[in-house]
């Protein structure tokens, strides 16, 4: 009963998920990989809005219920029907009625198992795509038949992306280097990020930010980046 009824969520938030996206048509940024991807997304969230008004996944939304919860701005209900329930009007809500809603959506993707990122690409678009590092033994492995399994669905997030999108690899990763080899959406552009000489966009010069001085509490980090053409 608890399968079914999880089954019944999740394509009521998808629906409505694809009906706010319609909607509001925002600009959408989704991040997968086996390492970095919760720390590139608050990167990319913190340069985004500095300029337009986003909205990032929280904590673990990732997945194939928390993906929807985010593009609805919604919260886990976790076990309590009655607030599913509520969700499930809330994000009617926001259909049938006129909202600010946020211009930039910052996605991030995960796969527990096999199907989980096909199935969301699918259905979203997304104008930017983004896959960090994909290390020999990525975790979620035993539920794949092979790391090369691993690699190939968080691959399938390549599908999602727009005509005249932009596809960014971490280019100190062979295996998601290689990826540039599997065709994106039509004059779709590729780029490569990282310390490797290759990269487009490179890293250097890190430091760490702290609260008082050179002892206190690690606060952040500074880096240059320099930007192939910039």
């Known amino acids: 009963m608890r399968s079914?009824?999880?089954?019944?969520?999740?394509?009521?938030?998808?629906?409505?998920?694809?009906?706010?996206?319609?909607?509001?048509?925002?600009?959408?940024?989704?991040?997968?990989?086996?390492?970095?991807?919760?720390?590139?997304?608050?990167?990319?969230?913190?340069?985004?809005?500095?300029?337009?008004?986003?909205?990032?996944?929280?904590?673990s939304f990732n997945s194939e219920v928390g993906v929807p919860l985010t593009i609805l701005g919604l919260g886990n209900a976790w076990g309590n029907p009655l607030r599913w329930l509520q969700n499930i009007i809330d994000g009617l809500s926001l259909i049938v009625t006129t909202r600010n809603y946020p211009e930039w959506l910052v996605l991030e993707v995960g796969a527990d198992r096999p199907g989980d990122i096909k199935s969301l690409a699918s259905w979203i678009k997304v104008d930017i795509a983004i896959i960090t590092r994909l290390p020999e033994v990525p975790v979620h492995v035993e539920f794949f038949d092979s790391v090369e399994a691993v690699i190939e669905e968080k691959a399938s997030l390549i599908d999602a992306l727009r005509p005249g999108g932009t596809l960014l690899l971490y280019a100190d990763d062979e295996r998601t280097k290689k990826l540039q080899q599997r065709l994106p959406a039509p004059d779709a552009r590729i780029m490569l990020f990282g310390f490797d000489g290759e990269a487009d966009a490179r890293a250097s010069g890190f430091s760490v930010v702290r609260e008082e001085g050179l002892e206190g509490w690690p606060i952040g980090m500074t880096a240059t980046i320099a930007v192939e053409g910039i």
């Open 4 to 59: 079914i009824f999880k089954k019944a969520i999740v394509w009521i938030l998808q629906a409505e998920a694809k009906a706010v996206l319609r909607k509001y048509r925002p600009h959408v940024v989704a991040i997968t990989g086996s390492v970095g991807k919760t720390s590139t997304k608050d990167a990319v969230y913190a340069v985004l809005s500095k300029k337009f008004h986003v909205r990032k996944s929280e904590k």
